[in-house]
């Protein structure tokens, strides 16, 4: 029986498509009328461009890798001429100038970008419930949160609203909500994919990676987006590998780590048990389990609130009204149309990681807090430098529970924070990581599977990620919308 045409990956479009079965605006038309019909409950997108969308698929390329493929994009991630809001209120009527490396690469590998997803504001955020213009779901429970900071472009997907979309990951913003909405989330090596034209929240740990249905669908936007870029000067010199070609490479022989400080008190016991299940998985398929021990990762989460405030209170310091970003209509002087621009402008959680992270650069606390944390972040790196000398891959929870209901967290912020605890050492290490769905909880909702891996290893991830999806059936689940 054949799918709808919003159901299919990539790669079963693409093979379509060239063989003249279907045309690009078949599937455009397909997702503009799949977007009616469930975005109202979902609320992923922030704006889609029909018209658009229809005139590029007009004019598809299919010789291209990504030809007629429509992808929806972040929007914190700059595409020419289109809204770049940030989900942020100090943004509202901005247009981008020129495009990031990533979309001009898509534009280049034939995609056609279909619209913006909705995030928490400035990225900040592990709920979508930050974004100043609207709240998206969780498209398995209505009433239940996505994950974030890339909730909408995790919600498309999972909801067959975006064949694939793209997010950036900062602490999990990418991993976390893909396996909270039971889709297959990829965080590149920092350097892998270029940073140019993604709004900064935190330099050092920013990075854009793909969500997808599958893991070669993963494969493919991350070759189509991977390489150095001359005009980001924290992208590496490294050569990009043939992705795909990692698929068909047996699980037989890898050796898993299985760190034992994420398997601790404060993992759901459903999670704990479907990632026992995967282990046990991986180890019947011929991959050597071994325990190993990450033991700077209790500090993961302060050293990362440390590092990452203080780069976005760096960072958002430009959105003040006069170089950038909303200005009051309030008159008064400079420091009083400053204070006000961005009092209305940022919503709460901006404006508490902007305190945040002034406090600890403040004079008197730099040494105590900053430069701290940046000791301890090389401590972290060096736990997952002595683990890859005898692991290839270590496997570890996405997310400790599955989605809590919208507003749960709200007020409590620690308990929002602690929400990305598996995820976020990864980014302090730098090195790479993928979620894909291992189950569901009793009460039907996904729970994600994170592999992670040494630098410049996404053809790790995605050998190992590859053979467990196929051998299961998680990622064909859809929900009932």
Known sequence: MSLPLHRESIASLRRKLTAGEITSQDIVQDLLQRIASVDPKVKGYLRVDAEKALAQAAKTDLKKPLGGIPIAIKDNINEKDEACTCGSQILKGYQAPYDATVTRKLKEAGAILLGRTNMDEFAMGSSTEHSSYQKTANPWKLDHIPGGSSGGSAAVVASDQAIASLGSDTGGSIRQPAALCGCVGLKPTYGRVSRYGL??????????????????????????????????????????????????????????????????????????????????WFADQGAELKEVSLPHTHAAVAVYYIIATAEASANLARFDGVRYGHRTQTLGDPLTIYRKSRAEGFGPEVKRRI??????????????????????RQLLRRDFTNAFQNCDLLLTPTSPTPAFKAGEKMSDPLQMYLADICTIAVNLAEVCGISIPCGFSSEQLPIGLQLIGPHFQESSLFRAAHHYEQAHDWYLHRPNL
Do not use: C, H, W
């Open 355 to 376: 305190i945040l992270g002034t406090y600890v650069l403040s004079s008197g606390y730099y040494d105590a807090y900053y430069n701290q944390a940046q000791k301890v």
């Open 199 to 280: 709004v900064a929240f935190a330099s050092s740990l920013d990075q854009i990676g793909p969500f997808s249905k599958t893991v070669e669908d993963s494969a493919l936007l991350l070759q189509a987006i991977a390489g150095q870029d001359v005009m980001e000067n924290t992208s590496r010199p490294v050569p990009v590998p043939d992705y795909r070609a990692a698929l068909n490479q047996p699980v037989r022989g890898l050796r898993i780590g299985i760190p034992k400080e994420y398997f601790a008190e404060g993992i759901d016991p459903e999670v704990n048990a479907a990632l026992k299940k995967s282990m046990d």
